[in-house]
Nanobody, 123 residues
Framework: QVQLVESGGGLVQAGGSLRLSCAASGGTFSSYGMGWFRQAPGKERAFVAAITWSGYTYYADSVKGRFSISRDNSKNTLYLQLNSLKPEDTAVYYC?????????????????WGQGTQVTVSS
């Protein structure tokens, strides 16, 4: 049973940067893909970025060019680098493991979730 713990959230001014981490335990981290989602108050959880077991990445249009997903299999850790942050990036950010190896962008395609980490961007 895979367990995920996010960290690295916080309060940052617009234009600033943060790096989120997602530590995984259980299972074989290097064999499965991972994804990041976010949920703003009053909104549905939305796809942010995904990475396959082999390192292929995919991004939501809203974060393309600003955010970067990566993984360190030696540390069983997934990362999300957030640059050029905007107030509309304010949300709780979640990492998740998909049900299959393919890139997935919907919440129902993921079966394991972390508890989330809050990112707040002030204007």
């Amino acid at each position: 049973q895979v367990q995920l713990v996010e960290s690295g959230g916080g309060l940052v001014q617009a234009g600033g940067s943060l790096r989120l981490s997602c530590a995984a335990s259980g299972g074989t981290f290097s064999s499965y893909g991972m994804g990041w989602f976010r949920q703003a108050p009053g909104k549905e959880r939305a796809f942010v970025a995904a990475i396959t077991w082999s390192g292929y990445t995919y991004y939501a249009d809203s974060v393309k060019g600003r955010f970067s997903i990566s993984r360190d299999n030696s540390k069983n850790t997934l990362y999300l680098q957030l640059n050029s942050l905007k107030p509309e990036d304010t949300a709780v950010y979640y990492c998740a493991v998909p049900r299959s190896r393919a890139i997935a962008t919907t919440t129902r395609a993921y079966e394991t979730w972390g508890q989330g980490t809050q990112v707040t961007v002030s204007s």
